[in-house]
């Protein structure tokens, strides 16, 4: 019994580091930026699912899970949002989710904190370093990620439509996270 | 040719304006009336932003065209009937109404729809709107469907008078917007009107 206790004792501290948060999702946005025809359009993914463990003090335990409902895509242009599920850019039919899983937390050397992962996108997993901005306020935080994605890595726009000077390879995708104990 | 009106032919300038933007009107209804038939392609962008360009250059140029053609006077027109006179300036007027009228539904359809307008990929056009706007953006459309066959209706009616002068009335309203012909029957036109 004095063992188990000990041991309980000895796991406590990992425990209670390894915050796990709520997500807001009403204040919460999957959006990114895209180039088309020479000019940026912003588009978000309005469904998705993240599980954040999360504590700046602790990064050795921290570990985020994101699961993006693709077909929940919107760019404010309905003949993007018509062609963008189909078999050309993302083929939501054959590939629904995409899932962003972390490997390991870092500090670079100006301090910024990465988060090393593998995003599994349209049947490709790549690895994708996110940086990661984390402010506490009050008993809750804003979460901001961020990181630039090749959609060609992906084949999201692939054939004819794989042109970057008519859609530009980059994104630049950016997550913002209302954390609720 | 003198760059200015004269009293019997339009002059270089307004010759200028009135066959370059006839012929852009022509290659833009082609173009516009193929497009829409085209499959979801990279190609089909390619056409619709050389649409967008072409329609951009015609609202310009009819701008500039219409200040040109209110900065002077037009040729005097041969001796007609009355109410020839009133069609003609009713059909003139009409004309440049579509020809600023209908690049700007265009313009006002892109943006609402929320598409990119660049003129041929070398200066950004603002949108006339913010962002998507689904109502608008389905009258605009419409608008600028109406409008296109009001004006192939009107080009077909100014044609039609254009040559019914030349061949019936055999009079100089069709060769004042030719360059050339100076001599030949431009002659018996300012004898028409003496």
Request: hydrophobic residues 50%; without cysteine; aromatic residues 10%.
């Amino acid at each position: 019994m004095r063992r188990m206790v000990l041991i309980a004792l000895m796991l406590l501290p990992l425990a209670a580091f390894a915050r796990e948060w709520k997500i807001d999702p009403a204040r919460s946005a999957l959006t990114f930026t895209g180039t088309y025809q020479d000019e940026k359009f912003e588009g978000r993914f309005k469904r998705f699912d993240a599980k954040i463990d999360y504590d700046p003090a602790d990064l050795a335990h921290a570990k985020f899970d994101v699961t993006i409902d693709i077909a929940s895509v919107d760019t404010a242009n309905t003949e993007r949002d018509q062609a963008l599920p189909g078999k050309d850019f993302f083929d939501t039919a054959q590939f629904p989710r995409a899932h962003f899983v972390s490997t390991r937390f870092r500090k670079s050397a100006d301090g910024q904190v990465l988060a090393d992962g593998t995003l599994s996108l349209r049947g490709v997993s790549k690895p994708v370093t996110l940086t990661v901005k984390f402010v506490p306020s009050g008993s809750g935080a804003t979460l901001d990620v961020d990181t630039t994605l090749k959609r060609l890595d992906f084949g999201i726009g692939s054939g004819d439509w794989a042109d970057t000077s008519m859609i530009g390879n980059d994104v630049a995708v950016h997550g913002h996270l209302v954390l609720l104990p | 040719m003198p760059l200015r009106n004269t009293e019997t032919r339009w002059g270089g300038i307004a010759q200028f304006f009135h066959w370059l933007i006839a012929l852009l009107i022509i290659a833009q209804g082609a173009i516009g009336l193929t497009m829409v038939e085209l499959g979801m392609t990279p190609a089909k962008v390619k056409v619709f932003a050389l649409h967008k360009s072409i329609g951009l250059t015609i609202l310009a140029l009819g701008l500039l065209r219409l200040a040109w053609r209110l900065g002077q006077r037009a040729p005097l027109d041969p001796p007609m009937p009355h109410w020839q006179r009133n069609a003609a300036k009713l059909s003139h007027f009409l004309l440049y109404v579509l020809i600023l009228a209908l690049p700007l539904s265009g313009w006002l359809f892109n943006s609402a729809a929320n598409f990119p307008l660049e003129w041929f990929g070398l200066v950004h056009v603002p949108s006339l709107t913010h962002g998507l706007d689904p109502v608008l953006k389905a009258w605009a459309l419409r608008a600028h469907v109406v409008l296109f066959w009001l004006l192939a209706g009107l080009v077909v009616v100014h044609v039609a008078a254009a040559l019914w002068h030349h061949f019936v009335h055999r009079d100089n309203v069709l060769l004042r917007m030719l360059p050339g012909f100076e001599k030949r029957r431009l002659a018996r036109g300012r004898g028409v009107l003496q």
